[in-house]
């Protein structure tokens, strides 16, 4: 291997990396701030709610699911949700609460699991977040896409960033054996 070889590569690869590295960088930057901020997510109350205890943790004493959800509408109808907007129920069972999330606007509503009393209402900010950090705040195939892209993405700008480390070592090598 000649050195006008490996450095005709370096270059080639070296244009390569930089348009590459451009044409990524605004997906890793919202990628590492959004990333940053989820981390922290359980820790900050402006970013999720925190999590309330209910009164018992028995879960024979838990009411059924419909009524948490009904509970939970009641508690955010002036917003104009219903259930039919529940997107999901995730039961705490170590703090006898239910939370009733919503897909519309990003509430929630966390209701004593056995006796209904509505502990929080509020705005789950970390939910959209994530789907900015995502890219599913566009679409889903906006997502699939995005992340494919950043993903082979990297994987190529820390292969060439090998290539344009090791290249002119070797190229040195090679002057040093002539």
């Keep these: ?16 990396h ?22 922290w997510k359980k820790n900050i109350d402006l970013l999720q709610p ?14 059924p699911v419909e009524s948490l959800a009904n509970v939970a509408a009641t508690a955010v109808d002036s917003l104009g949700l219903s259930a039919s907007n529940i997107d999901r129920i ?6 006898g609460i239910a939370k009733v999330i919503f ?3 990003s509430w929630e509503v966390q209701v004593d699991a056995t ?12 939910d959209w977040i994530e789907s900015l950090h995502d890219g599913s705040i566009i679409s889903d195939f906006f997502k699939l896409i995005s992340m494919n892209f950043l993903g082979i ?3 190529f700008l820390i292969i060439t960033g090998i290539w344009l480390w090791w290249g ?11």
Excluded: C, F, W
């Excluded at 291997?1 to 390569?16: D, L, P, Q």
């Excluded at 309330?52 to 004493?61: F, P, S, W």
């Design 1 to 16: 291997m000649s050195t006008r070889s490996v450095a005709k590569s370096v270059r080639g690869y070296r244009k390569i």
């Design 50 to 63: 925190p999590t309330q205890k209910g009164e018992q943790l028995d879960y024979a004493q838990y009411q």
């Design 115 to 126: 006796n209904l009393a509505v502990l929080s209402v509020a705005k789950r900010h970390s």
């Design 103 to 105: 897909d519309t606007g």
């Design 168 to 178: 002119p070592k070797k190229i040195r090598a090679i002057k040093k054996d002539l």
């Design 18 to 39: 930089r348009y590459l590295g451009l044409s990524i960088s605004i997906l890793l930057i919202i990628s590492a701030i959004t990333g940053v901020l989820l981390g």
């Design 90 to 95: 995730e039961y705490r069972p170590t703090k």
């Design 153 to 155: 993405g990297l994987l």
